[in-house]
């Protein structure tokens, strides 16, 4: 934030990147300042002087954390999302499009999440109004119980994901990310809108696979 701070906050994509916010990531991360032509101008000098010794502090820290990127697709994330504690998965919402399923506490799901090539399982902790929120358990071949019951309720929104950021930045409260969670049998990444964070806790809604 400190560096993003002190760029211009034009957002005018000369540098390559979509916004000031990534370009600030592109230099902690060693990029090259130059690529910002607006702080040539005489009225960003003394910002880029402090650009320069905030860098230079910075870089160190920065440089020694692991790139957090997608499997299936490249894309780099903010974060990694991992379980709650004690859980076995982090915490999804997720809503039927079939009106006519009936839930309770305990039940074992198969579906398939819109947007995603992936059939899930799942095991639901509440439901109340259409939404249930539930814990992965993957394929059932990975589950060792081939003859689990379930119920199979089609295609699905997933309209909230909720756990631990375990790598990367704890983000704050608004700000729309790129994610990927720590059980997704992919390795893709996600986006969307942060609506709570406490400590590494954080819960991110308006969930999407396509990552701008």
């Known amino acids: 934030m400190e560096v993003e701070q002190l760029l211009p906050g034009f957002n005018c994509g000369e540098c390559g990147k979509r916004s000031c916010r990534e370009f600030a990531r592109h230099l902690l991360m060693g ?34 954390e692991e790139m957090i990127r997608g499997v299936i697709d490249g894309l780099e994330a903010d974060l ?45 902790l509440a439901y109340s109004n259409g939404v249930a929120t ?11 119980y081939p003859d689990a019951i ?20 704890v983000p704050e409260v608004g700000e729309t990310v790129r994610f990927l969670p720590e059980h997704c049998m992919m390795q893709k990444v996600h986006s969307g809108v942060v609506v709570h964070s406490e400590g590494r806790m ?10 701008w």
């Not at 130059?34 to 860098?55: T, V």
């Not at 997933?158 to 950021?165: D, K, N, Q």
């Open 31 to 64: 990029g090259d300042i130059e690529g910002c032509p607006p702080l040539k101008q005489e009225r960003f000098s003394e910002n880029l002087s402090r650009l320069k010794e905030e860098l230079a502090r910075a870089r160190g820290a920065v440089s020694a």
């Open 150 to 169: 379930f119920k199979d309720v089609g295609l699905c929104i997933v309209l909230a994901f909720e756990g631990l950021v375990s790598r990367g930045r």
């Open 202 to 211: 954080v819960r991110i809604e308006g969930v999407d696979l396509k990552v």
């Open 80 to 124: 990694a999302l991992a379980p709650l504690a004690g859980e076995t998965s982090c915490r999804e919402d997720i809503h039927p499009f079939d009106p006519s399923i009936a839930l309770n506490g305990g039940d074992l799901l198969r579906y398939r999440p819109l947007g995603c090539p992936i059939t899930h399982f799942a095991r639901v």
């Open 134 to 144: 539930v814990h992965m358990t993957g394929p059932l071949h990975l589950m060792g």
